[in-house]
């Protein structure tokens, strides 16, 4: 018997973006099937999945301000998790404190005007920004950096006039006592 190690077989495509719009992410994977390990050869060492920012113009704002994850936590509206039953006063909204860093790619939602919070979704849909004061993004569970632009591995930051890349030139510093409500 001759021992055989793994070989990685070449990247298949990118498949579909996870989103229309807004940030989405494309993966594409390889196997070690080029050869096969056989009779104790060792497996493929190295990276299996790679992804890449797709899609990443505004979305079209339906309702404006609302996030991506609020989206998803709204597909359960109606949805009793406790009871495992749709109820028509149940409306889910994301929870975003007090949730540890490495679950900050799972779909936890609360239910509104309430205290009650669970994981609907073991994951977000990739693409999904980790957390609203957060350029990174999930990608398959897990957090990763991107840049204000939305995109995978820039290095892209906002500058003081929260313009993403800007030089900090476009704004302007105002001071003076107010002594008046606008």
């Not at 404190?97 to 669970?118: H, Q």
């Not at 990608?139 to 993403?164: N, P, T």
């Not at 704004?171 to 003076?176: D, E, I, P, Q, T």
């Amino acid at each position: 018997m001759i021992l055989v190690d793994g070989g990685w077989a070449r990247w298949a495509p990118y498949g579909q973006c996870s989103r229309t719009c807004g940030g989405g992410v494309q993966l594409a994977k390889r196997e070690c099937t080029d050869p096969v390990p056989a009779n104790g050869g060792s497996y493929c060492e190295g990276i299996r999945v790679k992804y890449r920012s797709c899609n990443l113009e505004p979305c079209p704002a339906s309702v404006p301000g609302k996030s991506f994850r609020e989206e998803q936590c709204e597909a359960f509206n109606g949805y009793s998790h406790s009871t495992n039953r749709l109820t028509a006063s149940v409306s889910w909204v994301p929870k975003y404190s007090g949730v540890s860093p490495r679950d900050k790619c799972k779909l936890i939602c609360r239910a509104n005007g309430t205290g009650y919070f669970y994981v609907l979704a073991p994951k977000v849909v990739d693409g999904t920004p980790c957390s609203p004061d957060s350029t990174s993004v999930c990608v398959q569970g897990k957090c990763i950096k991107a840049g204000c632009d939305g995109k995978l591995g820039s290095k892209k930051k906002f500058d003081k006039c929260s313009i993403c890349g800007g030089d900090n030139k476009s704004c302007k510093k105002v001071s003076g006592l107010f002594t008046k409500p606008m």
